[in-house]
């Protein structure tokens, strides 16, 4: 994106800039759409084994959080954006010790305790 | 008071707070102390041992502090001669050992940790020549009842087991969630209902021990208390005998009374039994087939399993037995190793047939 | 120790929606700030979003004989929900763009287009919502259900705030024009609309993806 | 109860009197408690009629809504922050003194109710932790870290309002279930199944639930607040590397609020859901499983305890350095310990329920995490005592708990090592051991911090000192009464003696309980003694002042402005260029100068937001406790409205003009002048009016 403000550029440059700012959106529309229908379609018409699915579905899903954050978010590895980037990647990085440790611990009680409630 | 008087003052009372701590702590751990710092059993006696290791470890980091500070604050006071140095900030010397010194030995007790913590496993069984004795213990508000499978009989307000013998116990809790814990011998371990877990103990040789529920659960919470008992093995078997003799079966008026809220005195009271011993001992004769695994599934119990009409309530045949001849003769309840006399009954072994023959309706 | 003074992005440079250029630079600054954290706040609601999908997994097995997510989740109504909140997410886009380029007609005919699908989306939610608890899926039933109803219904209910947020900004166009508290409003209503769509993806992914393989 | 009343007071009744129940049950136990609760709910009603009628007589209402109820001023925020959390402090100090009296003669039974008893030490931890500890360093928090960074205001003033709003709802809350009873017996941590329904049934676990509730979302915010102020708000050449230490521990806090927060709204908010909608996370039965619930309250719970001592931790990096005359030692290494310190405490927190029954693998790896924190935390203690290594240490009131604080902390971290060895662990868990540990820490290391920030940056906010003298008794009074009231807990503890049991039955506790019961009356002694040191300043302020802002030849920011500061805090933002900017000032002739150029001052306008938040919040949750929905209904709407509605707002600033901010600070500078600078030795006379002599001659190195 450009770091200048809007209102010194000509007319001509605006309605270019903002063509491609609305390709860009529409690019990670199309995206979002194919990573959408990928997991649904397998889901739907395919046989595939449980594990391949899941695998899919688990890739697929986390390209599309890159493809949202990038084009409707706008974070990008951009200087400018290293401060939100960073954000982000902390978050991830709590929510996987929290959700991972939540998991791994409640599997493990579950095996030895309770295994009723093992999926 | 002057500044330096004041630091004066201070390090003088510093001092003397600084030397109560290990004072405290020596005094405490005296023969007479109740808990772990007097293990009974191979367990408790490996913790004992690891806490000491701990502290020792420990004890290298911290102690220069204790010591330090006070000399510091001595030699750097405001009206002192020592250099003053304002402006120094830093030395790369002092830096490295203050982060390696902590980083040694927090890898030392990580190894430490590492090794002892799957040792200890709580379910983990305890290496003997001998099979461990198998006791289903479930939990109630507020009292403990021992199940004794292979036996076929149940306790509550005390756990008798075998010295010199592994006690593998399986754990549940008919309520909510508490800890069951004998300090003596070893390991806590909470139950949950719905849930097992697995707690392996051993006493090394007879004794009395407190038991206790260590995770709050509502007013009956501290009356949640039993006696452990270990004894030898013919005494054991005497036990076995007198419970399948004097014992009430546990049966479905019995065990709705149990799961009443209420400690192990007023669940004897409820039950009709004298309560005038200590500690309000209840035996069940007979239990129902399974009973442990049907309380934790949250199903039914099967009483038709329990082959025996529901006996009145009040009748003759009280249950609750005084704890023990001899241990009214050792003449304190505290829970130190008194030697258990084997029983006087051990010979008899009474069957409880002639209870089955009061058949079903 | 380095000798640069702190210099603060300014605004424009950041946010491709947001035009402050006619502002004061405090101004903008504050508004700057006020993005950031909110930022920084959708960062804590993920972490709840993120617990309770840990939880919902662990509740898996809960189900108490109760029905599961094969007796009770509809692969076609999720794809329609689905494919709802990501043209929303688009629309939302078509109308950060008609913000920054000062399209004032525009921005208000994508905000509510945007509304439209957010309405729909939460329509075609409760009607699943329905068809479960004719099942039997209500949250009372099991362990399992509880998780499914502590989850994805708190997404539904941010996609209802994030909506009424939508009408109270109109009206604040509607009073004062397009100005900076308003433009700063929709900056930060975009994020919140977006991140819904990111959780989204988790949920359709998890719950009723993996729920239905 | 007709159909209309419970439609209004929902399932409010005559028994929610703290008196009822000794109208129904005459027995001597059942009496005594019922005057003590009736006692405890009259002082709650008669302080309350009192506050009133005192600012009615006064003609204050005017001046206590427009100066601070509605301000947006982030120190006037802070300062009631602290007000919340001392007027709670000494409540919970009270409760504690009653439970070690109980105790105290508690073999066999005593004079508490067990469920009595149990409220006490339920109020007691969840006041002393959400309400005590966390408005306290916030509002110092609040208070001190604009003025380190040469700000004029947090990033969201308005958003400060209702995070105070909020925890006043919350322990209003608190205060109201002394009235009408009664309040949870779960313990401050709820744990379900007994916090269920089914076990428990009545309003107390649901106004332990909101309460908690109403602080846990205030931190949030707060944090949200904290985080963005510190990035976006520092003056200019103030890099993060400049920043005072303080402020990076309110970075780290706020930034373990932000991510801490959240795993204990899911737990309240889940079991909130199986109380009132019929869900099943925690229950026993159909699927629930209530080990999620322990495992989400202490990822919140571990995180928390760090939220706890940090803001300490900094505190006492200024104190130490200032006190010895010095730089602090290894700035950047206390910098980075406090960021491991702060993200491995999300990597820990199993270690408070080793005993759950998992693996033994999963224990020992989260017990040597845990013991990695004792790495950082011990460079930490290391720094300060080299801070004081070669200086000049003066033992002030603050340097007083500084002290008590390294000494007994790093006990503390002993027992802390021990309880993280699982092996141990399963032996003390659950125990007064564990109790002794965590005071340990909480004690000197949480409160002692705040009662040594409070001495350090009281002459700021104010303008004048605390009275010394009484400020060393209530400190001696405070480390004797914390020895002798939490260290024969230890003992206790080893000895396997349960935590919260109102009565026991074992005859060798009976003189460790004593001796803990004279601790706690020591500590009654020290609230009395901060009441009197509070009350002897206020009297004696003139004699005391130190308008001119700098008391103790400090070293950062906060002190290079007027005490007590104006609104705007820097009459012109001023300009950082290294560490410990104002005695870089001091030191190079440079404080104090007459800025060449004055501008219009933008602050934010007084707002209605904090006070209408906190109502309604607070008539939200009353209402949910006694299930009387029309009042849930109403406050939500008006809620959602008064949000909306502020959107609307456009006048949120007002201007003070560059001629104002000129005549107030000329006529500060020209007093400044006419003060006599001050020796160090003489900061504790009535001399000191805040002017620091300049640095001592020829110790310079
Ligand atoms: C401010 C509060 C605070 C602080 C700072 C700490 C700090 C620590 N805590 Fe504590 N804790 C706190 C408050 C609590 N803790 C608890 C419970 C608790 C438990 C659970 C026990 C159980 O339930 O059975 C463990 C294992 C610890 C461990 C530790 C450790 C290892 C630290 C470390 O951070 C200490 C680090 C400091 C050290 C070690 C001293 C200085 C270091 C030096 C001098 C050199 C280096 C040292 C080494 C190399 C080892 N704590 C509970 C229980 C809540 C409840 O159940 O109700 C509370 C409230
Ligand atoms: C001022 C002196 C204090 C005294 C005398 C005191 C005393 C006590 C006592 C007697 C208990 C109950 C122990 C038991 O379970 O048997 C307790 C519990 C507790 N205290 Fe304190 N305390 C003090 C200060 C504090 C402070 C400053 C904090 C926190 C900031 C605190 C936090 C707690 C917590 C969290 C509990 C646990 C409550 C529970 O079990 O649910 N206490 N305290
Ligand atoms: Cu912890």
């Given amino acids: 994106m450009s770091a200048s403000g809007v209102e010194q550029d000509s007319a001509a440059q605006r309605a270019q800039k903002k063509a491609r700012e609305q390709r860009s959106y529409l690019w990670g529309f199309g995206l979002a759409l194919v990573l959408t229908l990928i997991p649904f379609a397998m889901l739907a018409f395919t046989a595939v084994e449980r594990m391949t699915l899941w695998l899919t579905i688990g890739a697929c899903a986390l390209i599309q959080v890159v493809v949202h954050l990038r084009f409707f978010l706008h974070i990008t590895l951009d200087r400018s954006k290293r401060e939100d980037l960073l954000l982000i990647l902390f978050t991830v990085l709590i929510l996987i010790i929290l959700c991972g440790g939540t998991l791994w611990i409640l599997f493990d009680l579950y095996q030895r305790m309770l295994p009723d409630m093992m999926p | ?361 | 120790m380095s000798q640069r003074p702190l210099a603060l992005p300014r605004p424009q440079a950041r946010h491709p929606g947001l035009n402050l250029g006619a502002d004061h630079a405090h101004e903008a600054d504050s508004r700057e700030e006020m993005v950031f954290g909110f930022w920084v706040f959708m960062m804590s609601d993920l972490i709840i979003f993120g617990l309770l999908m840990a939880t919902y997994v662990t509740m898996l097995g809960g189900t108490a004989g109760g029905p599961g997510p094969k007796a009770l989740f509809e692969l076609k109504s999720v794809l329609i929900q689905t494919m709802l909140l990501l043209v929303s997410s688009a629309t939302f886009g078509m109308a950060s763009i008609a913000l920054k380029y000062q399209e004032k007609r525009r921005l208000v005919m994508w905000l509510l287009i945007t509304l439209a699908l957010g309405f729909a989306f939460l329509f075609f939610e409760l009607r699943d919502f329905h068809t479960m608890f004719e099942k039997g899926g209500v949250p009372s039933r099991s362990g399992y259900l509880s998780a499914f109803f502590s989850l994805v219904p708190l997404h539904g209910l941010h996609v209802a705030g994030a909506s009424v947020w939508l009408v109270a900004l109109l009206g604040q166009m509607a009073v004062h024009g397009l100005d900076a508290p308003v433009k700063t409003g929709i900056l930060r209503l975009g994020i919140l609309w977006h991140f819904l769509d990111i959780v989204w993806i988790g949920i359709f992914s998890l719950v009723y993806l993996g729920g239905l393989s | 109860m007709s159909d209309t009343t419970s439609l209004i007071f929902g399932r409010l009744g005559w028994d929610a009197l703290p008196f009822w129940s000794m109208l129904t049950d005459h027995s001597w136990l059942s009496i005594i408690n019922g005057v003590i609760a009736t006692g405890a709910a009259g002082m709650v009603v008669l302080g309350a009629l009192a506050a009133v009628i005192l600012v009615t007589w006064l003609g204050k209402w005017r001046y206590l809504w427009s100066e601070w109820l509605t301000s947006p001023d982030h120190k006037k925020i802070g300062i009631m922050f602290i007000v919340i959390a001392l007027v709670m402090l000494a409540r919970a100090i009270v409760e504690a003194v009653f439970m070690r009296a109980q105790q105290a003669v508690g073999l066999d039974s005593g004079f508490l109710t067990a469920e009595h008893f149990g409220q006490l030490f339920t109020t007691h931890g969840t006041i002393m932790v959400f309400f005590m500890a966390m408005p306290f360093l916030t509002g110092i928090i609040n208070y001190v870290m604009p003025l380190q960074i040469g700000a004029r205001d947090l990033s969201f003033p308005v958003l400060n309002q209702v995070s105070l709003g909020l925890t006043a709802a919350g322990a209003a809350l608190v205060m109201i279930s002394l009235v009408l009873a009664p309040f949870s017996i779960g313990g401050w941590t709820g744990y379900p199944p007994f916090t269920e329904l089914a076990r428990n049934p009545g309003a107390g676990v649901d106004y332990w639930i909101w309460a908690v509730t109403l602080s846990t979302l205030s931190s949030t915010l707060t944090g949200v607040n904290f985080a963005v102020t510190i990035f976006k708000k520092r003056a200019p050449g103030m890099t993060l590397m400049r920043m005072p230490l303080f402020t990076w521990t309110a970075l780290c806090t706020a930034i373990l609020m932000i991510f801490g927060m959240p795993p204990l709204t899911v737990a309240t908010g889940l079991l909130a859901l199986d109380r009132y909608l019929d869900f099943h996370m925690f229950t026993t039965d159909l699927g629930g499983n209530m080990m999620n619930y322990v495992n989400l309250f202490w990822a919140f719970g571990h995180p928390e305890v760090y939220i706890l001592i940090l803001p300490p931790f900094g505190i006492f990096s200024e104190v130490f350095a200032t006190f010895s005359g010095k730089r602090i030692y290894g700035y950047k290494i206390l910098v980075i310990a406090t960021m491991c310190i702060a993200v491995l405490s999300f990597t820990v927190w199993l270690h408070h329920f080793f005993t759950m029954g998992q693996s033994a693998h999963i224990n020992a790896a989260f017990g040597i995490a845990t013991m990695l924190i004792g790495i950082p935390t011990g460079v930490k203690v290391y720094d300060w005592m080299l801070t004081m290594y070669r200086g000049r240490i003066r033992l002030s009131v603050p340097m007083v708990y500084a002290i008590g604080f390294i000494m007994l902390f790093v006990l503390g971290g002993m027992t802390g090592i021990i309880l993280a060895t699982p092996s141990v662990d399963y032996q003390v868990h659950n125990s007064l051991f564990l109790v002794a540990h965590f005071h340990n820490m909480l004690i000197p290391g949480l409160l002692f911090g705040m009662l040594s920030a409070t001495n350090f940056w009281f002459p700021k906010a104010t303008g004048f000192r605390l009275e010394e003298r009484w400020g060393y008794r209530a400190a001696f009074c405070w480390i004797i009464g914390f020895m002798l009231a939490f260290f024969p807990l230890y003992v206790l503890g080893m000895m396997g003696m349960p935590r919260r049991s109102v009565a026991y039955f074992e005859p060798q506790y009976v003189p460790w309980m004593i001796v803990a019961g004279i601790g706690a009356l020591a500590i009654l002694c020290a609230l009395l003694c901060l009441l009197i040191q509070l009350w002897v300043s206020i009297r004696d302020r003139h004699t005391n002042n130190v308008f001119a802002g700098d008391p103790w030849d400090g070293r950062t920011l906060e002190w290079s402005t007027a005490s007590p500061p104006p609104e705007y805090n820097f009459p012109v933002i001023p300009e950082v260029h290294s560490l410990d900017a104002f005695m870089t000032e001091k030191e190079g002739g440079r404080a104090w100068r007459v800025p060449d150029h004055y501008g219009d001052i933008e602050m934010p306008a007084n707002s209605v937001m904090g006070v209408v938040i906190g109502l309604t919040s607070l008539a939200m949750a009353f209402g949910l406790v006694w299930y009387m929905w029309w009042l849930v209904i109403a406050a939500g709407v008006i809620t959602l409205a008064a949000i909306v509605g502020r959107g609307f707002v456009r006048h949120t600033h007002r201007i003070i003009s560059a001629d104002e901010v000129r005549t107030t600070h000329e006529r500060w500078l020209e007093r400044l002048r006419q003060t006599a600078p001050i020796d160090r030795s003489r900061e504790q006379s009535t001399d000191n009016h805040g002017r620091a002599m300049p640095p001592v001659e020829g110790a310079v190195q």
């Fill in chain 2, 1 to 361: 008071m002057s500044v330096s008087g004041r630091i004066e003052h201070f390090l003088r009372q510093g001092s003397r707070y600084v030397l109560l701590i290990p004072m405290l702590l020596l005094s405490g751990c005296g023969s007479d102390m109740p808990g772990f710092m007097n293990p009974q059993g191979p367990i408790a006696q490996a913790q004992r041992h690891h806490f000491w290791v701990v502290i020792a470890l420990v004890m290298v980091v911290v102690i220069p502090v204790i010591i330090q500070t006070p000399l510091i604050l001595w030699r750097y006071r405001y009206r002192g001669h020592a250099v003053y140095r304002p402006k120094w900030d830093m030395s790369r010397w002092l830096d490295i050992i203050m982060w390696a010194v902590p980083l040694l030995i927090v890898a030392i007790l990580g190894v430490y940790i590492w090794r002892q913590t799957h040792e200890l496993d709580p379910y983990r069984s305890i290496a003997s020549d001998k099979p461990p004795l198998e006791i289903q213990v479930v939990g109630y508000d507020w009292k403990w009842l021992f199940i004794y499978p292979d036996q076929g009989i149940a306790t509550m307000g005390q756990l008798v087991i075998p010295a010199d013998r592994p006690i593998a116990l399986e754990l549940t809790s008919a309520t909510v969630l508490q800890s069951f814990f004998i300090p003596a011998l070893g390991s806590q371990i909470d139950v949950m209902n719905r849930m097992v877990t697995k707690l392996h103990l051993e006493a090394d040789h007879p004794g009395r021990f407190e038991g206790k529920n260590m995770q709050y659960n509502g007013e009956g919470f501290h009356h949640q208390r039993f006696i452990t008992r270990a004894v030898e093995d013919n005494a054991f078997d005497a036990f076995v005998a007198r419970t399948r003799r004097q014992g009430r079966p546990l049966d479905q008026d019995t065990y709705a009374i149990i799961a009443d809220k209420g400690d192990n005195r007023e669940t004897a009271r409820a039950l009709g039994l004298d309560t005038s011993d200590t500690d309000a001992v209840i035996r069940f004769s007979q239990v129902p087939e399974g009973l442990f695994h049907t309380i934790m599934g949250g199903s039914p119990i099967d009483w038709s399993a329990l082959n025996v009409a529901p006996p009145q309530l009040g009748t003759t045949r009280t249950s609750v037995v005084q704890t023990s001849e001899s241990d009214q003769s050792s003449s304190s309840e505290s829970t130190s190793a008194a030697p258990e006399s084997s029983e006087p009954e051990s010979a008899e072994s009474s069957s409880p047939s002639h209870e089955r023959k009061e058949a079903q309706p």
